[in-house]
């Protein structure tokens, strides 16, 4: 029943919507897990804070239905950090769909700015999210902690240092980068999680 975009107490669901809509595809914003059951494509969205979003995903029991969906499912930003395992931000106790903990950066140079925001590349692209002509291109950051690279990591970007931009195990797909603000970039990502 086309695409389902998972409502919980964390930001930006409606800019991922409206880029969904822009390729045409049916989509609907809930909570209801039966709905979100039988949906084709999941997405879980996020911006915000680790501890308090788990503790509101514990209280709901998304905290035990999400790592159970068979379908697709695809995390954006703070929605792949809560895929992990553990996190640094408030020492949260996450999903562990990937088993790898996200560390916060630490800035190394003057230059280095955390939180790590604005326009990088990605590289070492691989996995049916990405097409060759993903490699080199620039998608849009805004985070301070990160996701070291792993074996479930499907692309990589350098800010201070090589980290994960992108994971995928199984049905779980997840990306650092926020594919809705990252153009015809991201455009072409989201179609490609919609072809799966």
């Known amino acids: ?10 930001g930006n669901v409606f800019s991922v919507e ?7 595809a049916d989509v609907i914003v809930t909570d209801d897990k039966d709905l979100i059951r039988k949906a084709d494509k999941v997405i879980f969205p996020g911006v915000g804070e680790a501890s308090s979003t788990m ?5 709901t029991g998304f905290d035990e239905f ?7 499912v695809l995390g954006i930003c703070l929605g792949m950090q ?14 562990n769909i990937f088993d790898v903990d996200v560390k916060r950066f630490q800035p190394q140079r003057h230059e280095d ?18 097409d060759e ?3 080199n291109q620039y998608v849009y950051f805004v985070h301070s902690f990160y996701v070291p690279l792993n074996e479930g990591t499907i692309a990589t970007t350098d800010y201070i240092l090589p980290f994960s931009a992108a994971l995928n195990k199984d049905n779980f797909y997840a990306t650092q ?10 455009e072409r990502i989201l179609q490609n999680f919609l072809k799966l």
């Open 1 to 10: 029943m086309g695409i389902v975009i998972i409502k919980y107490n964390a």
């Open 18 to 24: 409206s880029a969904i809509k822009r390729l045409g």
């Open 55 to 59: 503790q509101h995903l514990r209280k």
């Open 66 to 72: 999400i790592p159970n969906l068979v379908q697709p």
């Open 82 to 95: 809560l895929m992990c395992h553990y996190s640094e931000e408030g020492n949260a106790e996450c999903l």
């Open 113 to 130: 700015k955390v939180p790590h925001m604005g326009w990088n590349t990605l590289a070492d692209v691989k996995s049916p999210l990405f």
């Open 133 to 135: 002509s993903i490699e």
């Open 177 to 186: 980068f926020h594919p809705e603000k990252s153009g015809s970039v991201g």
